[in-house]
Structures are given as structure tokens and as C-alpha cells.
């Protein structure tokens, strides 16, 4: 009796700190791809530097990343972007700052994928919005993987395009995020 | 007369045939342009990761202003290697004194000269710094260096 309360404290301890198990990376990779329809010059940039945490409790969750990590095909349209669209100087970093409004229905310690909404401040150049998007979030063998795709409007975030590209690069990006995570040990 | 006014509007056109030509060429190879082999770059900065992670320490400010954008060859004791699910390796330097990393993530076309590499071993690569991430999310600080390659094994 004695030994079976034992065990049952010992496993309630056990789920209480995977509960309670935050995860987190430094080489998230956050891609945008802002192509304009029918354009034949395709406008792809991709970080692989991205900061994130996931408090797997509360499902807040935060990334951030510098914007002169993302890197082009072409040097030039680094260039601009950083110069021209993004201003990294003036603005060095992008962040999102946020939950998963339905984090109850992930288990963390079991494998599978789940759905689920985020919801949180998406800040791009220096100007902050609301974001609310789906993603998932995979649990294989310990491991959990973050993922989510959305379209982030330039005009939101102020980045102007000039005419003379418009018909290359388009009014919208779509945001691709995936970092795999691993558990943070303190 | 008539003959040196021939010869001239032959030379203008000429002249202008040759620009509007440089130009073109120009153009396409600057619009084709890609990022310069990190190996071919001469550093701006060497300096061991550990002087350069006491800069940042004491000013980031004006760290983040000196060091990004330039190419940096940093020295110092690899801490960890990190391998992601895609094999893109990225180098860690830390000091003892501090929560503050330079991190180094490998550039594509020279990523499998890290495979032999071992954590603790002294080394000197060279990449672009990329900015700095204070330390806001309780993981520590990182210094970002990217496209790196290993320039002394």
C-alpha cells in the first residue's frame, strides 16, 4: 500500500515538472516568401538564427530574430531589403510575443501533432499588430516541433514598396515558421 | 566640314554604343550578384570570442554598432556544436564569466568542414556579424555570426 503511494506521488511529480517544461531554440528558421503574382523573379528569404521559447504550461511562446540574419539568392535584393524595405538598421529585430489559446489540447509528453491557434503582437519595422494564425505542434520522441504559416500585409508594418518593383514584389508576404525544439534544463 | 561633323556623330555613337553596353553588362551582373564567398573576405575585426563577448557584456550598444555588418574572424574554444534536423551545423563560443555566446551558424557551401570538428577544441572561423540578441527570453545573450567558415583548424 505503503509503496504503491509512493509510486503514485513519485509519477504525479514526474507529470507535474514535463507540465511545467519549457522548450526552446536558437536556429528556428523563419522564411517569407513575397513574390508578386505572375512575377518570374522570385522574392524568398530565409533565417535560420531565430530565437524561440515555448512554456509548454501556459503555451506562451516568444521568437525573436535579427533581420540582417535572412539571406537571399540574390545579394542585391539583401541589400534592399535590409536598406530600403526593413531598415535593419533602424530596426534590427522582429518578434512575436504570444500563446496558444488551446494549449489543453496538446500533450507534450505524448507523440502526435496538434492543432492549434496562436494568438499574440507580431512586431515587424518597428510597428506592432495583432496576429492570430493556425499552426502545429508535433511531439515525437521528446522532441517538439513548432510550426506555422500566415500572411503578414506590407502596408501594416509600413514597409513601402516603390512602384518601379511593384510588379515584382507583392503586397503581402507569407511567413513560413518551424523550429524544432528541444527541452530547456536549468 | 561636312566630313568632321560625319566623324564626330560616328564617335558620339560610338561612345554612347560602349556605355549604353557597359551599362547593360554592369546591370545583369549586379542583379545576378551573390553573396561573396566568406572564405575570399578579408576580416574587418579578429579578436577571441571571449574579448569580443566582454565588449558586448560592457556596451552592446556600440558593440552592435562597430561589429554588425562586418566580417569578423573570431578565435576562441568551441563550447557546443549544434546540428538541426537539416545538418546545418552552428558553432558555439562562451565565456565562463557570463551568459553570453557568439553563436556561429555555418555557411551552406562550406557547412561539412564542421562535421570533423569537437566541442572543446581551440579554433578560428570567420562569418558576417548579423546583430546581437540580448538576452530577453532567459537563454542567454548571443552574438550572431553568420555564413561562417573555418579559416584555422
Do not use: W
Not at chain 1, 492543432?115 to 519595422?125: A, P, Q
Request: hydrophobic content about 40%.
Amino acid at each position: 500500500m505503503k509503496k504503491s503511494i509512493l509510486i503514485l506521488a513519485f509519477s504525479s511529480l514526474v507529470s507535474i515538472s514535463f507540465a511545467q517544461e519549457k522548450y526552446f531554440t536558437k536556429t528556428g528558421k523563419v522564411s517569407f516568401d513575397a513574390t508578386a503574382n505572375k512575377s518570374p523573379e522570385i522574392i524568398k528569404g530565409t533565417n535560420k538564427s531565430t530565437t524561440m521559447v515555448l512554456d509548454s504550461k501556459t503555451g506562451d511562446m516568444q521568437f525573436v530574430l535579427q533581420t540582417k540574419g535572412f539571406e537571399f539568392e540574390r545579394a542585391l535584393m539583401q541589400e534592399h531589403f535590409n536598406e530600403n524595405y526593413i531598415e535593419s538598421t533602424k530596426f534590427p529585430k522582429a518578434e512575436f510575443k504570444g500563446a496558444i489559446t488551446n494549449n489543453a489540447t496538446v500533450n507534450y509528453t505524448k507523440d502526435g501533432t496538434y492543432n492549434v491557434t496562436v494568438k499574440g503582437k507580431l512586431t515587424i519595422h518597428g510597428v506592432t499588430n495583432d496576429a492570430t494564425t493556425d499552426g502545429k505542434i508535433t511531439v515525437k520522441a521528446g522532441k517538439v516541433t513548432a510550426e506555422a504559416s500566415f500572411v503578414a500585409l506590407l502596408a501594416d508594418y509600413k514597409v513601402a514598396i516603390p512602384t518601379v518593383v511593384a510588379d515584382k514584389v507583392a503586397t503581402s508576404a507569407k511567413v513560413n515558421v518551424v523550429c524544432a525544439l528541444e527541452a530547456l534544463k536549468k | 566640314m561636312n566630313f568632321l561633323k560625319r566623324k564626330s556623330t560616328k564617335y558620339i555613337l560610338l561612345a554612347l554604343l560602349v556605355i549604353g553596353a557597359s551599362s547593360a553588362i554592369y546591370a545583369y551582373k549586379e542583379y545576378n550578384r551573390t553573396a561573396k564567398d566568406i572564405a575570399s573576405i578579408t576580416p574587418d575585426f579578429s579578436i577571441s570570442s571571449n574579448a569580443i563577448i566582454t565588449e558586448f557584456v560592457n556596451n552592446d550598444t556600440a558593440s552592435v554598432k562597430k561589429y554588425t555588418d562586418k566580417a569578423l574572424e573570431i578565435k576562441g574554444i568551441i563550447k557546443t556544436i549544434d546540428k538541426d534536423e537539416n545538418g546545418a551545423f552552428t558553432l558555439v563560443f562562451s565565456d565562463t564569466t557570463n551568459n553570453t555566446s557568439v553563436r556561429c551558424s555555418m555557411d551552406s557551401v562550406h557547412n561539412s568542414e564542421a562535421s570533423i570538428l569537437k566541442e572543446g577544441v581551440a579554433i578560428q572561423v570567420k562569418g558576417i556579424c548579423t546583430g546581437f540578441n540580448k538576452d530577453e527570453l532567459g537563454l542567454g545573450s548571443d552574438i550572431i555570426l553568420n555564413h561562417t567558415c573555418i579559416s584555422k583548424n
